[in-house]
């Protein structure tokens, strides 16, 4: 998920770039474009970025803790005692 918001991240600044250049080539449908639309866009796609960024970057730790204490050491598992004969 964190190359997808990465991707997503491009594509905001991509479309940022060309739609404040030539809002045409972007809004191609509209009669006279206007540059609004486009900043509204980009910024959208920023967050939807950001938020799946965040995400990824809890679950990643998430998992990472997970690891780290999954190791279980020798002397705290339990065992059984042998029985003595008297």
């Known amino acids: 998920m964190m190359v997808w918001s990465i991707n997503?991240?491009?594509l905001a600044i991509g479309f940022f770039i060309v739609g404040m250049i030539k809002p045409?080539?972007?809004l191609f449908w509209l009669e006279k474009p206007s540059r609004m639309p486009v900043v509204l866009l980009s910024v959208?796609?920023?967050m939807v970025a950001a938020?799946?960024?965040g995400e990824a970057s809890?679950?990643?730790n998430q998992q990472q803790e997970s690891a780290k204490s999954s190791?279980?050491?020798?002397s705290s598992i339990p065992s059984v005692a042998e029985e003595t004969k008297k």
């Open 8 to 10: 997503i991240l491009v």
């Open 24 to 26: 045409k080539w972007l």
């Open 44 to 46: 959208v796609l920023f």
């Open 51 to 53: 938020v799946m960024f």
């Open 58 to 60: 809890k679950e990643k």
């Open 71 to 74: 190791p279980v050491s020798e």
